[in-house]
């Protein structure tokens, strides 16, 4: 699809052999970012792009992808370092929640809890405690507000951005000078905690026992030429990329669970026969084959960034669709719509029904959440959650391990019901990530599962 996005041109890419061409056989043309007034205030943008790694763009972006993908993508930091802790939190989360006794809540809090205390630990080498939950005063509250705030107002009044006029009237109006205010003001909170906890980590850091991924970060300013605010806004990427992303998938994923019982029990059961009595592990993934096809379904039916990140072509490319040669000019603006991808019924059978069954058999029971590494052919590039090409993901390595133990866990451990009726409502909300509106559910401890949640939690050292 071409459309003008008032003076930028854009096209829209839905198809899967097109991207193929795109992001895959012309890469090189798609690696620049097209970025909205809001991205180049929060990342202090300059020519290159912003100063994190998925905004980035030039030999900028090259050097901080390297140091992001070197110090926190490796196989021995993500098995020696990181499984510990997301098992921690998974199990600091589930606690918090199965004291809850089944009474409806809104799981959307303890989630963003639990996958935000998986990336803080492993990037600045703090946690929140579950009390700190619904506390608006507490550091946890600031941060959250923060986090909600930057997601929230970074998808609002887009359009303003390719338009001169939508742009004068913005500033004009007061309701778009109070957006553009709540702008500054929720960037120059997320500073003045970002701008502390560097501090904390140069007044204290031993190079030679690195603590964390900050600590690594500054480690290296010499070695990659790293000023302190490259140094705070890569280490950002990390909370950015794993926080929001991932508890939106897994908010998804409860309410998908509740609408659908037959599922559940059916996870149930396989994990019930893998690890009665004992938590899911690593270990245990690829004995799962249908707990990881719910988890795959989920981020079919409902991926967190349905458009992903925008691309600007730095050089024209040239595509062929059904026999007819097109040119995508230089400076264009490019959209992937990875949404309609995973509703297309030319490409799925029944594409709008819930349906994990459709990875265990059947045409599609090959393919699997990948990112740059995916097969190179259309059948596999029509599920592309995080991203492909050069651009995928860069801690989809993590992100996958993480989704699968959160997930596999969420149903061992809790049958997830409706609040009231029959069927949970899904709604969604708009944002930069697509997270599900606020709406109770009752999570049900399972004693059918054989595990000793206090057993549990102190092997495995988790903290409230």
């Not at 379904?297 to 990140?309: F, K, Q, T």
Request: proline letters at 4%; aromatic letters at 8%; one cysteine or more.
């Amino acid at each position: 699809m071409t459309l003008w996005y008032a003076s930028k041109l854009t096209i829209v890419l839905g198809n899967p052999r097109i991207v193929q061409q795109t992001h895959r056989e012309q890469s090189d043309k798609f690696q620049h970012r097209t970025l909205t007034d809001f991205a180049k205030l929060s990342l202090k943008a300059d020519k290159d792009g912003g100063k994190n790694v998925a905004l980035a763009g030039g030999k900028y972006w090259v050097k901080a992808r390297k140091v992001f993908v070197q110090e926190l993508m490796s196989k021995k930091f993500i098995e020696e370092v990181c499984v510990v802790k997301i098992m921690q939190e998974i199990w600091s989360a589930v606690d918090a929640m199965r004291k809850l006794g089944g009474s409806p809540f809104d799981p959307h809090e303890h989630l963003q809890r639990l996958s935000c205390n998986i990336v803080y630990r492993l990037t600045y080498g703090i946690r929140f405690n579950a009390s700190d939950v619904g506390n608006k005063e507490s550091d946890w509250g600031q941060l959250c507000d923060v986090i909600n705030g930057i997601m929230s107002v970074g998808g609002q009044n887009v359009k303003a951005n390719y338009s001169p006029f939508l742009k004068m009237i913005e500033n004009l109006t007061s309701k778009g000078r109070a957006l553009n205010q709540r702008r500054k003001d929720i960037i120059a909170r997320r500073d003045a905690i970002l701008g502390r906890l560097l501090r904390e980590h140069i007044n204290t850091i031993d190079e030679k026992k690195p603590r964390d991924f900050l600590d690594v970060l500054i480690t290296r300013k010499a070695k990659d030429n790293l000023t302190d605010l490259e140094v705070t806004y890569i280490a950002w990427e990390f909370i950015t990329a794993g926080t929001d992303t991932t508890s939106a998938t897994m908010h998804w994923l409860t309410l998908l669970l509740a609408n659908h019982p037959e599922v559940q029990k059916k996870a149930q059961k396989e994990i019930d026969s893998i690890c009665h009595g004992r938590p899911v592990s690593i270990q245990d993934l690829d004995e799962l084959p249908y707990v990881n096809a719910v988890v795959k379904e989920c981020m079919r039916w409902m991926p967190a960034v349905p458009l992903m990140v925008p691309y600007a072509a730095s050089a024209d490319a040239r595509l062929d669709v059904n026999g007819r040669q097109y040119t995508i000019k230089q400076g264009t603006q490019v959209i992937v719509n990875g949404f309609n991808m995973h509703r297309d019924p030319e490409l799925w059978d029944e594409p709008d029904k819930f349906n994990p069954d459709r990875f265990m058999a059947g045409p599609d029971a090959d393919i699997d959440l990948k990112g740059a590494d995916a097969p190179n052919d259309p059948h596999h590039l029509k599920f592309m959650p995080l991203g492909t090409g050069r651009r995928a993901c860069a801690g989809y390595l993590l992100a996958k391990l993480e989704l699968y133990l959160q997930g596999s866990t969420l149903m061992q451990c809790f049958d997830w019901l409706p609040a009231e009726g029959d069927k949970v409502p899904l709604k969604e909300v708009f944002g930069i990530a697509v997270s599900a509106d606020h709406t109770d559910v009752r999570a049900k401890w399972r004693e059918a599962s054989g595990i000793d949640i206090a057993k549990t939690v102190a092997s495995l050292g988790s903290q409230a």
